[in-house]
């Protein structure tokens, strides 16, 4: 009888186990299928740039577009026009703020040491909760501004340093941050070449992880339920099995027994207690829910909890 519940027991845990692989399986299968290979986030951007130069007779274009080198002492502005749409597909609202903030900073050794840095917040919006993002920001950098901002700095303090502007697009989603657009302009360099970098990367994968984060909290509940549920079950199903598979040598006793508790070993489990008998050939006495047996005057004693 009892190798029987041990080999269905270790049957159903096998299947219970194995079922639970197969889960696992598929719900890797539907994360990989229907997250990663397929945005959750719909993005449109189109962020760009152009250089508006002073007044004068050599250039005949007021202004001249990205990607190209400008002169220094001929720009007027930087005419930064910031371009971002998003969606999420799930039609879950979106928790958002943005800035856009320049950076004034000037380097030693080589551009390789910060020796200062001043930041300057151009434009904000905080806490806003959309299903989509959609920023259309126009900014005019006034890029002679900021060169003499510099120089009177060096000025002041009679150095030399090589320094960036960095103009930058903020954008905090779900309470992460990421500076998408950022464009770093040289202030002391006669002949300016602007760089302008985008970065998306922190969209790619926040959502994917907090899907999976919630798939595998269910999983791990779910096996610690089965598990639970599972020892409840096969414990008090086995005690009870015990008890009627040795019951021929439990003997029922109406009165206390009276036990030198100087002389007691008390046993965690009752299989225990019924091997100790048999290998002695001894009964096992019951009094309430105290189960125990004597040997050589020494008490040893299973306490049986409520069934």
Do not use: H
Not at 19 to 41: H, S, T, V
Not at 231 to 238: E, M, P, R, S
Request: proline letters at 1%; charged letters at 25%; glycine letters at 0%.
């Amino acid at each position: 009888m009892q190798k029987k519940r041990k080999k269905l027991r270790i049957l159903i845990t096998s299947c219970i186990i194995i079922l639970l692989i197969g889960i696992l399986f598929l719900e890797a299968m539907y994360f990989n299928k229907n997250i990663q290979k397929n945005n959750i986030y719909k993005l449109k951007n189109k962020t760009y740039y152009e250089v508006t130069l002073k007044p004068n007779i050599y250039f005949s274009n007021k202004k001249i577009k990205a990607n190209n080198y400008y002169i220094a002492n001929a720009i007027k502005s930087v005419d930064i026009y910031f371009n971002y749409y998003l969606k999420d597909k799930t039609k879950e609202k979106i928790n958002y703020s943005y800035d856009i903030t320049a950076t004034l900073k000037s380097y030693a050794d080589n551009g390789t040491k910060l020796i200062w840095t001043r930041n300057f917040n151009l434009k904000s919006k905080n806490n806003m909760k959309q299903e989509e993002i959609n920023i259309k920001e126009n900014y005019s950098l006034n890029y002679q501004y900021y060169v003499n901002y510099v120089k009177a700095f060096q000025e002041y303090y009679n150095i030399k340093a090589e320094t960036y502007l960095y103009v930058k697009l903020n954008i905090k989603i779900n309470d992460k941050t990421n500076s998408y657009v950022v464009l770093t302009v040289p202030i002391n360099e006669n002949i300016v070449e602007i760089a302008m970098k985008e970065d998306n990367s922190f969209l790619k994968n926040s959502k994917q992880n907090i899907e999976l984060i919630k798939i595998i909290i269910f999983d791990f509940l779910a096996i610690v339920i089965v598990i639970a549920v599972n020892k409840i079950l096969f414990n008090k199903n086995d005690e009870e099995t015990i008890l009627k598979e040795y019951r021929d040598i439990i003997i029922v006793i109406k009165n206390k027994p009276n036990i030198n508790s100087n002389n007691i070993i008390y046993l965690t489990n009752l299989k225990d207690l019924m091997n100790i008998a048999i290998n002695n050939n001894i009964n096992v006495f019951n009094y309430q829910n105290n189960y125990y047996t004597i040997i050589n005057n020494t008490y040893y004693v299973y306490i049986l909890k409520k069934l």
